[in-house]
């Protein structure tokens, strides 16, 4: 007995939501980085005696555009791999 979750449609499906889910992740993620990046940057600028902490809050915001960038990395070239069958 074959279950329905073999078949080749289905299976197409399930990796285009999972590479919906991780973009939007990323999404979140790159946005969560982007904000905490500026926020330092402009409390740097604004408030100078608190300079440890907010590059600390810069960095933060690196590593989650990084951590971005790696969490979509995957699924662009799971798409690039459906697109040619």
């Given at each position: 007995m074959e279950s329905s979750r073999t078949k080749p449609a289905d299976r197409a499906r399930?990796?285009?939501e999972a590479a919906v889910r991780r973009r939007r992740t990323?999404?979140?993620?790159g946005t969560m980085?982007?904000?905490l990046l500026f926020a330092?940057?402009?409390g740097?600028?604004?408030t100078?005696?608190?300079v440890a902490v907010l590059l600390g809050v810069m960095g933060i915001g690196i590593a989650l555009l990084a951590a971005a960038l790696v969490v979509v990395q995957r699924p662009i070239a799971g798409l690039l791999d459906l697109t040619k069958e």
């Open positions: 399930e990796a285009r990323s999404v979140r993620l980085g982007i904000v330092g940057g402009i740097v600028i604004l100078p005696v608190d």
